[in-house]
């Protein structure tokens, strides 16, 4: 199985701030990384997928960008509503995985 | 815009069968892959497995012996089955839709079931 490792756990940030997610796989999993942001007691949304895509409606403060086997996730200007904890995914390889998660709190 | 709604008992004893269907409105099955996915507290989200509108499936092999998904196109209705279930099945239970472009990324989501294995 590709293992998903992201750093931070965990970070704590202010409004406006630049925050920088890592992912790292454990086999190259290029195109096919996706971001999700998740809150308490709600699914997942998809915000990037192959990597630097922009799911429709996600605003633009959120990018995404690597290859092979390390990417990462910025947001650009930090928003209250932004609190969440952020995980990253692969549909490179069965079966399909995801990071443990990196949560940002404001 | 599709919309997803799993249903399922919410508790089941160990050794029985965990039975969850999921709704799909504003759109239909056809052409697209349909997933499930889980999170526990102890493992994070978990990928179970995908079925294809024609019924084709991958399942994750560390499942794969337990587990039967199913589509009814006629009732925009997906199924899981999972057999033999222990504490380690307890975990919230989300149907995605996982469209075969660029990324392979789960797309639109269910709000989740929560599914409790106790005796």
């Known amino acids: 199985d590709v293992q998903l490792t992201q750093s931070p756990s965990s970070l704590s940030a202010s409004v406006g701030d630049r925050v920088t997610i890592a992912c790292r796989a454990s086999q190259t999993s290029s195109p096919s990384l996706n971001w999700y942001q998740q809150k308490p007691g709600k699914a997942p949304k998809l915000l990037i997928y192959a990597v630097s895509t922009l799911q429709s409606g996600v605003p633009s403060r959120f990018s995404g960008s690597g290859s092979g086997t390390d990417f990462t996730l910025t947001i650009n200007g930090l928003h209250p509503e932004d609190s969440a904890t952020y995980l990253c995914?692969?549909?490179?390889?069965?079966?399909?995985?995801f990071g443990p998660g990196t949560k940002v709190e404001i | 815009q599709v919309q997803l709604q799993e249903s399922g008992p919410g508790l089941v004893k160990p050794s029985e069968t965990l039975a969850l269907t999921c709704t799909v409105s504003g759109g239909t099955l056809s052409g697209h892959y349909w997933t499930w996915i889980r999170q526990s507290p102890g493992k994070g989200l978990e990928w179970l497995g995908y079925i294809h509108y024609d019924e084709r499936t991958v399942y994750n092999p560390s499942l794969e012996r337990r587990l039967t998904m199913s589509v009814d196109t006629s009732r925009n209705l997906l199924s899981l089955i999972l057999r033999s279930v222990t504490a380690a099945d307890t975990a919230v239970y989300f149907c995605a839709r996982l469209p075969d472009f660029s990324g392979w990324p789960f797309d639109s989501w269910g709000q989740g079931t929560l599914v409790t294995v106790s005796s």
């Open positions: 995914q692969q549909s490179h390889s069965f079966p399909y995985t």
